[in-house]
């Protein structure tokens, strides 16, 4: 069972949070009033609260009643760190424009085509070193350890066509029957590998807010209905933005000395993820905006949130690490 | 144990996809000139169309690398 523990709290808000969930289930979580954040993105108080707020749908929390997952007060709670979070992601993201929507397929293959990023994964293939790899599989474990979970949300709401779709691309993710090939196996198998610890959640107190809110991101997407569209879209771009940086990482694995236990779920996402983009942009996401044009523009809009955040959090990384600096909250205990 | 594969009744289907590669479907199997098969481990596969993979027969996306444009249905002949 996927168990994790409370870290430390970083501010009023999640303070507030994790006290609550300490004592019986709906009892002693007041709303707070309108949450003001200067950068909703990188505060860690909010994102961590938010994500702790999601992880319950996911995980069991150390010393946590599982009756809290779905207490009103909880989701009152939480609904007031979404709205700022959700604001701040709409800032970033330019509408869709009628030619995009009159073809969510090709717009996604021009969408991901201009990826705001840094070039992140030619950086750890040419020049990153061990422990900055250590650290972008740190940050990464958020997502990997629950790999295709947060796009499953979406399964008993899509219609056919796009519902075939999507299972045909989280079938593979979980391994198509096999639980070794499971790609959130395959990813603890490259912690294990590399040294660092494949539990759940075991590095959650090193995380920095614009990892949290990458994850934040597609739970937010994937718990409510009404973004629907939203998740198909980011399942997309995701998915069409991986094959090549995966292979680069995988090199920059090799690079450094490490085996084929390491670079498995890299070299396997490479060949993975080109299947999966074409079904994700075309089928999924072109089948979903076939069925309901209403949700089209918020397919897009998930694609560029996607790209939005992960060049954000990209850019935190190459920018901590020209200062000599961790991008985590502390240096990485990795092994020498 | 459900064979997913059992269903005999589904032709194999290839699809180009725009831009992009062959997705092959159903009951398959890839094999060198010789007949040895291709290890493939899911169940549906991209067959690269570029030309430009580095995994091939399969696709791993450096399509969109180098611009790799064709449709998804046949191309016009004669080209003009």
């Known amino acids: 069972m996927r168990l994790i523990e409370l870290p430390p709290p970083r501010g009023p808000l999640s303070e507030r949070l994790f006290e609550a969930l300490e004592g019986p289930p709906d009892t002693g979580l007041e709303a707070p009033a309108a949450v003001d954040s200067a ?18 749908h996911y995980a069991g929390i150390s010393g946590v009643e599982e009756r809290w997952e779905w207490a009103p007060s909880l989701i009152g709670f939480r609904a007031e760190l979404e709205r700022p979070f959700e604001a701040a992601v709409a800032e970033l993201v330019q509408p869709a424009t009628a030619a ?33 790899m250590h650290e972008h599989v740190i940050h990464r474990s958020a997502y990997q350890l629950k790999e295709a979970d947060p796009h499953s949300w979406a399964i008993p709401r899509l219609s056919p066509v796009p519902k075939a779709a999507l299972l045909e691309v989280q079938a593979d993710e979980y391994g198509g029957g096999d639980a070794e090939r499971m790609h959130s196996v ?33 739970s937010g997407f994937g718990l409510h209905r009404r973004r629907r569209g939203a998740i198909v879209g980011h399942l997309a771009a995701f998915e069409m933005t991986s094959s090549i940086p995966n292979r680069r990482y995988g090199n920059a694995l090799r690079r450094l000395g490490c085996g084929p ?11 993975a993820d080109a299947v999966h983009e074409n079904i994700a942009a075309w089928d999924l996401a072109g089948g979903l905006a076939a069925d309901e044009p209403e949700v089209a523009a918020d397919i897009l809009f998930g694609a560029r949130a996607l790209l939005q955040l992960e060049a954000r959090w990209a850019t935190h990384l190459m920018d901590s690490w020209d200062r000599g600096e961790s991008s985590l909250r502390q240096p990485a205990a990795v092994p020498a | 144990m459900v064979d997913p594969n059992a269903d005999q009744s589904r032709p194999v289907t290839i699809t180009p996809y ?31 169309r570029c030309g430009k993979s580095r995994i091939r027969p399969f696709c791993d996306g450096t399509h969109k690398l180098i611009g790799f444009k064709a449709p998804s249905g046949t191309e016009p002949w004669p080209c003009d």
């Open chain 1, 100 to 132: 995009e929507l009159a073809s969510v397929g090709a717009a996604l293959q021009e969408i991901v085509a201009e990826d705001p990023g840094p070039p992140l994964s030619r950086y750890m293939e040419t020049q990153g070193t061990l422990e900055q």
């Open chain 2, 18 to 48: 725009p831009d992009g590669p062959y997705l092959v479907r159903g009951d398959f199997v890839v094999t060198d000139q010789e007949g040895n098969e291709l290890p493939t481990a899911r169940r549906t596969i991209a067959l690269c």
């Open chain 1, 39 to 56: 950068d909703p993105l990188a505060d860690e108080d909010l994102q961590l609260a938010l994500y702790v707020a999601y992880e319950i």
């Open chain 1, 261 to 271: 236990e390491a670079t498995h779920f890299y070299d396997e996402h490479v060949e």
């Open chain 1, 186 to 218: 395959l990813f603890a198998k490259t912690m294990t590998a590399l040294g660092l610890d494949p539990a759940y959640g075991a590095y959650l107190e090193q995380l920095p807010a614009l990892t949290l809110a990458t994850v934040n991101l597609m």
